[in-house]
């Protein structure tokens, strides 16, 4: 059974960063599409980044582009997205989420409908 588990969330002041993680197990796929998406309440679930784990590419979105970073560690099976300046507008629940790449690049899989793995989240506040 596939499990997502993602910590790292935190209360930063405006301009801060945080590193949040996400450690997948029972996970048999070689090649995968995982991504990071957040929500904020009352929107819905937004694509933030996400990495194709055969060969370590990524995608950014353009929500938090040019201040996030996608990465994986293959050995801990862990994926990890560093947040910089952060903005009051970030505040929101974070989700890990996973897929088996099935013949179609990721980077058209950018829609929480097409993830079928999902962590519990992690909640990011920033505060002004």
């Known amino acids: 059974q596939v499990r997502l588990v993602e910590s790292g969330g935190g209360s930063v002041q405006t301009g801060g960063s945080l590193r949040l993680s996400c450690a997948a197990s029972?996970?048999?796929?070689?090649?995968?599409?995982m991504g990071w998406f957040r929500q904020a309440p009352g929107k819905e679930r937004e694509g933030v980044a996400f990495?194709?784990?055969?060969?370590?590419?990524?995608y950014y979105a353009d929500s938090m582009k040019g201040r996030v970073t996608i990465s994986q560690d293959n050995v801990k099976i862990t994926l990890y997205l560093q947040m910089n300046t952060l903005k009051p507008e970030d505040t929101a629940m974070y989700y890990c989420?996973?897929?088996?790449?099935?013949?179609?690049?990721?980077?058209?899989?950018?829609?929480?409908?097409?993830?079928?793995?999902w962590g519990q989240g992690t909640q990011v506040t920033v505060s002004s």
């Open positions: 989420a996973a897929r088996p790449k099935t013949g179609v690049s990721c980077w058209v899989l950018l829609r929480p409908e097409q993830y079928a793995y």
């Open positions: 029972g996970y048999t796929a070689s090649s995968n599409c």
């Open positions: 990495i194709y784990t055969g060969d370590g590419s990524t």
